[in-house]
């Protein structure tokens, strides 16, 4: 029997289409150490999503995990996106708000778009991996983690979208009068050969300083001072489009930034470039900020930016070290030197020390604010490209090596020409937006697993409480001693020195309920019984603090025999009961 060629195409697709359709089944898999098999969920890590992107996929979290997930919009952007906030805990084991917290965020920058990424990882990690990791599913129990990818999700989707350059826009997209002349965005960069990149532009020229290098003819080489040169550069793509002389002057230069516009340490414009008009004044940190003031669980943050390979703390103002105690820094310290550890070519770095002034920013409001450890990493180090120190330099030749036997040549867009409007006949080339930022698609997945693992570990140490001991003395006349030793097993205590010097959260509450209490106190020395009474609501005692890996001890004098329970109950620690 003859068929047409048309069947034929059919009946191949129909065997490729079965062969796909029986290539996930369970049986079919072998579990690589770490991964989920066989999520419900199937996401490919190796590729960025815009806001729509991310939208289905946290969706599709909350669809497939309700006993593990819960979404919700935390507020709008500037164009009215929903700035989305995934709650990832065991919602079967206790009230999320008594669990305490670990925040993410990523993407506050439009241009650092791998946080929304690494960030919506963590949230597919935890639900995919609880069926069958213990650690996980004890994490959960213990712990609640408020992920929220981008915070940024105009600008996220003006990167993607529009064209760019690796570096634009920084901003969102709220119109902005840059170069002060009255007008708004009304000469920005121009995408001349419209491929969505603004890349570089070039001219051959008699005096330029500049040639290309005979071993890779995409890269620009400076000749020395008493060389001649065959090229001039002519700065990104662009042209005059005002008729002012000047090109490209509305383009990346003196944007508004949502780093610097935090109520904590926050200066103006002339003294912090790019903030904008009053703390909070961008409707998409104020989301954020609303939502954490709603909850005040939280006691471990992360924020994910790029690039550089740095693990940040704070201060951003140099003027504000006293901010940043020695208590709080020993914490710091602990958490931040395991990440060294956990995610190779990335170094412990303070913001203003080692990085550069900022004023205003996230992280110092997290901890200021708040008394929140809170942590920026900036995503992407050229360290990944062959496992050792290069620089992110453009124009270093790891980078055209790396481009050349790694990527085959896929982040360059050689070299063209292109009859300018004001320069004439220009040449147009250089790195995509997807390259020198942002992570190639293979490493990706793999940086965003080590990420996650630091804030995991930042996580697991937030504090951990439990009624440890309990013990009775009959002190006679129908009265009874009762002694509760609370523990903390965990590196946080349940308030930063910080917290505790400002007072920014209540006490903690141990309280015992079902006796009648005549007398309760905190025991400051047990074995020389030293104690300070609290004749106010003695039942429930107030304890400043609860250390990290430490314990408190308080004693109650109590009328009777009757059955009674003790509990704690802290805002970052969570609670117990005995």
């Not at 006679?476 to 009762?482: I, M």
């Amino acid at each position: 029997m003859k068929h047409s060629f048309k069947q034929y195409i059919a009946a191949t697709a129909f065997s490729i289409s079965s062969l796909f359709a029986t290539a996930q089944n369970a049986d079919q898999i072998f579990k690589a150490a770490g991964s989920p098999a066989n999520p419900k969920v199937a996401v490919s890590w190796n590729r960025y999503y815009d806001h729509a992107g991310i939208t289905e996929i946290c969706r599709k979290i909350a669809a497939a995990h309700p006993e593990l997930a819960k979404l919700q919009s935390i507020g709008k952007s500037f164009k009215g996106r929903d700035i989305w906030c995934l709650t990832i805990t065991d919602f079967k084991k206790g009230n999320p708000d008594q669990k305490p917290g670990m925040y993410i965020d990523g993407n506050i920058h439009s241009n650092e778009v791998q946080g929304a990424e690494f960030s919506l990882y963590t949230a597919w990690y935890l639900t995919e991996s609880f069926k069958d990791t213990r650690f996980i599913k004890e994490l959960l129990a213990d712990k609640v983690f408020y992920i929220v990818p981008t915070i940024n999700p105009d600008g996220r989707d003006s990167y993607f979208h529009e064209p760019n350059t690796g570096s634009t826009p920084r901003s969102g997209v709220i119109p902005v009068d840059n170069d002060r002349d009255g007008l708004v965005d009304e000469d920005g960069y121009d995408d001349l050969d419209k491929d969505n990149e603004i890349l570089l532009m070039r001219r051959k020229s008699a005096t330029g300083r500049y040639r290309v290098d005979p071993s890779d003819p995409r890269r620009m080489i400076q000749v020395g001072p008493d060389e001649k040169g065959d090229y001039e550069l002519l700065g990104l793509e662009g042209k005059d489009d005002d008729g002012d002389g000047v090109v490209n002057e509305d383009g990346y230069t003196f944007q508004y930034d949502p780093n610097r516009d935090w109520g904590w340490g926050w200066q103006p414009n002339y003294i912090q470039n790019g903030a904008y008009k009053y703390p909070f004044s961008l409707p998409e940190t104020r989301a954020v900020m609303d939502f954490v003031m709603k909850h005040p669980n939280i006691a471990g943050a992360q924020s994910y930016h790029n690039a550089g390979g740095m693990i940040l703390r704070g201060p951003g103002d140099p003027t504000d070290q006293v901010t940043y105690n020695p208590q709080d820094i020993q914490v710091y310290d602990i958490i931040a030197k395991k990440g060294e550890e956990l995610i190779p070519g990335y170094r412990y770095l303070v913001v203003h020390k080692d990085l550069y002034p900022a004023y205003g920013g996230e992280l110092d409001w997290f901890y200021g604010g708040r008394g929140i450890y809170t942590y920026s990493n900036e995503l992407w180090t050229p360290y990944l490209m062959f496992n050792k120190d290069a620089t992110r330099n453009p124009q270093d030749n790891t980078n055209f090596n790396f481009d050349t036997y790694l990527l085959f040549k896929d982040a360059f867009v050689d070299w063209h020409e292109y009859d300018h409007p004001q320069y004439g006949k220009i040449e147009i080339g250089g790195f995509k937006k997807n390259f020198g930022r942002a992570h190639p698609g293979f490493l990706l997945e793999s940086d965003a697993h080590r990420n996650m693992a630091f804030t995991i570990y930042h996580a697991y140490h937030t504090p951990l409480l439990n009624v440890d001991t309990v013990t009775e003395k009959d002190l006679g006349n129908g009265l009874k001693e009762v002694t509760a030793v609370i523990s903390n097993s965990r590196i946080m205590p349940t308030h930063s020195s910080h917290d505790l010097k400002y007072k920014i959260e209540r006490p903690d509450y141990i309280s015992i309920s079902g006796a009648k209490v005549v007398a309760g106190m905190i025991v400051e020395n047990a074995d020389l019984n030293i104690t300070i009474e609290q004749t106010s609501n003695p039942e429930k005692i107030e304890v400043a603090n609860i250390p990290g890996l430490s314990t408190v001890t308080v004693r109650w004098v109590v009328q009777g025999s009757s059955k009674y329970s003790i509990s704690v109950d802290s805002k970052k620690g969570g609670v117990a009961k005995k």
